[in-house]
């Protein structure tokens, strides 16, 4: 009888041992599956932010020295540029100093940095600008110092630029605009000044 007992208590506790090793088990097996899981999403995260800042810096330098689109707004540089125009700017020439009398350029403003301003190179430094009106009988003239460009918008009855806010830095500019995209019907490289008389006067 005694031996009956003994038999009868040990099963229980057999099965129960069986049951613990397998929830021991079972735990184990979540545990590695879920440190797998862990692993592959970190593994994949930090691939996807490592080429996000990798494709990041390749946009970045090729908007600073290659070049992009933008939207203009503004009278002041019609009839050449009208307001919602999309042309394309190139960086290049102002990093080699490739700006020239007559091109068009994206500035940063010198009375608001945060802002941008579109406008016509109208001298470089050392150039002699003519800044009364034509039919003044007095004329009066300025020149670029060192470093520094004159820009004037196309539209001079509608523009604020030089003429008001003097020359400004030759690092102010952002990029040389040359291509208009948008709207179709005026597409193509941009049209020369037509105030060829505001260039250089000797």
Same mark, same amino acid.
């Given at each position: 009888? *005694?031996?009956?007992?003994?038999?009868? !208590?040990?099963?229980?506790?057999?099965?129960?041992?069986?049951?613990?090793? =397998? =929830?021991?088990? *079972?735990?184990?097996?979540?545990?590695?599956?879920?440190?797998?899981?862990?692993?592959?999403?970190?593994?994949?995260?930090?691939?996807?932010?490592?080429?996000?800042?990798?494709?990041?810096?390749?946009?970045?330098?090729?908007?600073?020295?290659?070049?992009?689109?933008?939207?203009?707004?503004?009278?002041?540089?019609?009839?050449?540029?009208?307001?919602? /125009?999309?042309?394309?700017?190139?960086?290049?020439?102002?990093?080699?100093? %490739?700006?020239?009398?007559? @091109?068009?350029?994206?500035?940063? &403003? $010198? *009375? @608001? $940095?945060? *802002? =941008?301003?579109?406008?016509?190179?109208?001298?470089?430094?050392? /150039?002699?600008?003519?800044?009364? &009106?034509?039919?003044?009988?007095?004329?009066?003239?300025?020149?670029?110092?060192? %470093?520094?460009?004159?820009?004037?918008?196309?539209?001079?009855?509608? &523009?604020? /630029?030089?003429?008001?806010?003097? $020359?400004?830095?030759?690092?102010? !500019?952002? #990029?040389?605009?040359?291509?208009?995209?948008?709207?179709?019907?005026?597409? #193509?490289?941009?049209? @020369? &000044?037509?105030? %060829?008389?505001?260039?250089?006067? /000797?």
């Amino acid at each position: 009888m *005694s031996f009956m007992k003994l038999k009868a !208590i040990s099963t229980p506790l057999t099965v129960i041992n069986f049951i613990n090793n =397998n =929830n021991k088990k *079972s735990g184990q097996w979540w545990q590695s599956l879920h440190r797998t899981m862990l692993r592959g999403v970190l593994g994949k995260t930090f691939r996807l932010v490592g080429y996000t800042i990798q494709y990041g810096c390749i946009a970045h330098c090729a908007f600073e020295y290659v070049g992009g689109v933008v939207m203009c707004s503004g009278p002041s540089m019609e009839p050449t540029i009208q307001n919602s /125009d999309i042309v394309f700017a190139e960086n290049l020439s102002r990093h080699f100093y %490739g700006i020239q009398r007559g @091109d068009i350029v994206i500035a940063k &403003s $010198p *009375s @608001d $940095p945060k *802002s =941008n301003i579109c406008k016509r190179v109208i001298g470089l430094e050392g /150039d002699k600008i003519l800044t009364s &009106s034509p039919s003044d009988f007095f004329k009066s003239h300025n020149y670029v110092p060192t %470093g520094h460009v004159w820009l004037e918008g196309d539209n001079l009855q509608n &523009s604020t /630029d030089s003429r008001y806010y003097g $020359p400004i830095p030759y690092g102010l !500019i952002r #990029g040389r605009i040359f291509f208009k995209i948008w709207p179709l019907s005026d597409f #193509g490289f941009l049209r @020369d &000044s037509p105030n %060829g008389h505001r260039f250089s006067d /000797d």
